[in-house]
């Protein structure tokens, strides 16, 4: 199976909630105000947000009036061109040694993706290392544990309850004098409106920063593509605490608001860097603007 039919399987419900409503409004051949209204009402129902829907589509028909479009496959081509707009990014090539803090709310598999990275990694032949840096969750450390075991990379941790700093600091002491290529940090769980648990977070952010200067930081979100909109304000928040460099959005597969990945990149101009697309150690993938859009349109 190729890698495009692969995604674009993973996919299949965003497909249906955005790609097979356009597939019928473009069969209608009447390129008129209703015309634009209902892309731009299938846009918001994907949970491409009201704000980057409206941009799309104004720009969308503005293009449409001054080149006097009539060919709806034209059109559905430049929609194509004005979305991979707004989420193809970029992104420099991790400078090693690399630190991957990897942030977000509760649930959205932060442990099983640092998880799926150490594996990822280790399979390009670079040496990885992870930090077991939420002390919080009863067995957190133990679950990514059970993830280092699979990949075959050391685990730091220390008890439940430790200072995760403390934790971030051993590991970077250690990560130095293995000659690490990339330290995955794994931190707790937090809502962004707890001040404490978001100050910790840039206490660990400072540490890194100090203790292995030379280093490559990226700090990364973990969202839940099931939350549509919600993942929008998650991703602001935690930006005003550690400057977050990208996002990796779990659950893609299972979930028809694909379309917050337009969204995330149009209000928030943080790209997306990861997917994951399914429960397997393999299941995580470079995101890939051009599959992605082919795959839902």
Same mark, same amino acid.
Request: proline residues 2%; negative net charge.
């Given at each position: 199976?190729?890698? &495009?039919?692969?995604?674009?399987?993973?996919?299949?419900?965003?497909?249906?909630?955005?790609?097979?409503?356009? &597939?019928?409004?473009?069969? /209608?051949?009447?390129?008129?105000?209703?015309? &634009?209204?209902?892309?731009?009402?299938?846009?918001?129902?994907?949970?491409?947000?009201?704000?980057?829907?409206?941009?799309?589509?104004?720009?969308? =028909?503005?293009?449409?009036?001054?080149?006097?479009? /009539?060919?709806?496959?034209?059109?559905?081509?430049?929609? =194509?061109?004005?979305?991979?707009?707004?989420?193809?990014?970029?992104?420099?090539? $991790?400078?090693?040694?690399?630190?991957?803090?990897?942030?977000?709310?509760?649930?959205?598999?932060?442990?099983?993706?640092?998880? /799926?990275?150490?594996?990822? &990694?280790?399979?390009?032949? $670079?040496?990885?290392?992870?930090?077991?840096? *939420?002390?919080?969750?009863?067995?957190?450390?133990?679950? %990514?544990?059970?993830?280092?075991?699979?990949?075959?990379?050391?685990?730091?941790?220390?008890?439940?309850?430790?200072?995760?700093?403390?934790?971030?600091?051993?590991?970077?002491?250690?990560? /130095?004098?293995? *000659?690490?290529?990339?330290? %995955?940090? *794994?931190?707790?769980?937090?809502?962004?409106?707890?001040?404490?648990?978001?100050?910790?977070?840039?206490?660990?952010? =400072?540490?890194?920063? =100090?203790?292995?200067?030379?280093?490559?930081?990226?700090?990364?979100?973990?969202?839940?593509?099931?939350?549509?909109?919600?993942?929008?304000?998650?991703?602001?928040?935690?930006?005003?605490?550690?400057?977050? *460099?990208?996002?990796? %959005?779990?659950?893609?597969?299972?979930?028809?608001?694909?379309?917050?990945?337009?969204?995330?990149?149009?209000?928030?101009?943080?790209?997306?860097?990861?997917?994951?697309?399914?429960?397997?150690?393999?299941?995580?993938?470079?995101?890939?603007?051009?599959?992605?859009?082919?795959?839902? $349109?």
């Amino acid at each position: 199976m190729g890698i &495009f039919q692969l995604i674009a399987e993973k996919l299949a419900k965003t497909k249906q909630a955005i790609g097979n409503k356009l &597939f019928e409004l473009f069969n /209608k051949k009447v390129i008129n105000d209703e015309f &634009f209204e209902e892309m731009e009402n299938c846009l918001i129902s994907a949970d491409v947000g009201v704000t980057t829907s409206v941009e799309i589509v104004e720009q969308l =028909r503005e293009e449409v009036i001054n080149n006097r479009v /009539k060919d709806p496959a034209v059109i559905k081509d430049m929609l =194509r061109d004005f979305i991979l707009e707004r989420i193809d990014y970029e992104i420099s090539p $991790l400078q090693y040694p690399t630190v991957i803090l990897m942030t977000g709310v509760n649930g959205t598999g932060k442990t099983t993706t640092v998880g /799926k990275l150490a594996h990822k &990694f280790k399979k390009q032949g $670079l040496k990885v290392m992870m930090a077991a840096a *939420d002390t919080f969750r009863a067995a957190a450390a133990e679950q %990514l544990c059970v993830w280092g075991d699979r990949a075959g990379v050391r685990v730091i941790k220390h008890e439940e309850g430790a200072d995760p700093a403390a934790v971030v600091y051993d590991a970077i002491q250690s990560a /130095k004098a293995h *000659d690490i290529d990339i330290l %995955l940090v *794994d931190t707790a769980g937090r809502l962004q409106n707890k001040k404490n648990l978001m100050s910790e977070l840039g206490k660990i952010y =400072r540490v890194i920063g =100090r203790e292995w200067a030379e280093a490559d930081v990226r700090s990364y979100i973990v969202v839940d593509a099931t939350v549509g909109q919600n993942a929008v304000s998650q991703i602001e928040a935690f930006d005003e605490c550690v400057d977050i *460099d990208g996002i990796v %959005l779990t659950k893609l597969d299972g979930t028809a608001k694909g379309g917050v990945v337009i969204a995330i990149c149009g209000e928030r101009d943080v790209p997306i860097v990861h997917v994951g697309v399914g429960e397997g150690i393999d299941d995580i993938e470079d995101f890939d603007a051009e599959s992605f859009v082919d795959a839902i $349109l």
